[in-house]
């Protein structure tokens, strides 16, 4: 269910690939296949092959490692674009590195990295939670500068940013509380990767639908 979530989002890009040419907002398109990519790739590895592997190699993690450096590289340097103060870019350039190396670290030195992989997650996902109120926080200082925030793609991408890892983040922190939680959707567990995935994703596919802003891009 998540996968469908995920290739919705990407398939709301394409469908406004026309918009997008031509802008930053067009490497999105790049990064949501990568993501589908590698959300799939993990989801192969975990029912086909790894049922030919022996029990402690069977965890997919070495796949989320290069889906989480992409993210975390990905939408920093996004965020980095939009960001003003020099300062914060200047952090987010160093935070960013030490990020993507933490999880290329573990990939090429680690066999067994469940945890660390885990709690670098949850660190990235707060670091550009951060950025996303960092943003918001100077749009609200330049609210009177230029047009109204409805109509700035940038706006509606970064609020998409912001829900998803609030999302992530909060299920993340409560997993051992949500984990016990016997409630079902469709026959699945209300705490679990597909059913979470929806709920995160839809509201970050409905941005990419609309709002055709002066610069001739959607989100």
Not at 52 to 68: A, F, G, Q, S
Not at 95 to 108: E, I, R
Not at 152 to 169: C, D, M, Q
Request: charged share 10%.
């Amino acid at each position: 269910m998540n996968h469908i979530a995920e290739l919705i989002c990407l398939l709301a890009a394409l469908w406004n690939y026309k918009y997008l040419k031509g802008t930053i907002y067009f490497y999105f398109i790049y990064y949501l296949a990568f993501v589908l990519y590698g959300e799939l790739g993990a989801s192969y590895f975990k029912y086909v092959l790894s049922l030919t592997l022996k029990p402690e190699d069977r965890n997919n993690m070495h796949i989320y490692l290069w889906v989480w450096a992409v993210m975390g590289a990905f939408l920093s340097y996004f965020l980095y674009t939009e960001i003003r103060n020099v300062f914060v870019r200047k952090l987010i350039t160093v935070f960013t590195s030490l990020l993507v190396c933490y999880f290329l670290f573990l990939f090429f030195f680690f066999k067994h990295y469940v945890e660390p992989c885990y709690y670098g997650f949850v660190v990235e996902t707060f670091y550009l939670i951060i950025l996303c109120c960092i943003y918001f926080y100077e749009l609200f200082l330049h609210s009177e500068e230029g047009d109204s925030i409805w109509t700035l793609p940038a706006f509606w991408v970064i609020a998409g940013i912001f829900i998803f890892f609030t999302g992530t983040s909060i299920s993340s922190v409560m997993h051992g509380v949500l984990k016990n939680f016997s409630t079902q959707i469709m026959g699945l567990p209300l705490y679990s990767s597909s059913i979470m995935c929806v709920f995160i994703w839809l509201p970050r596919g409905c941005l990419y639908i609309t709002e055709k802003g002066k610069t001739g891009s959607i989100i």
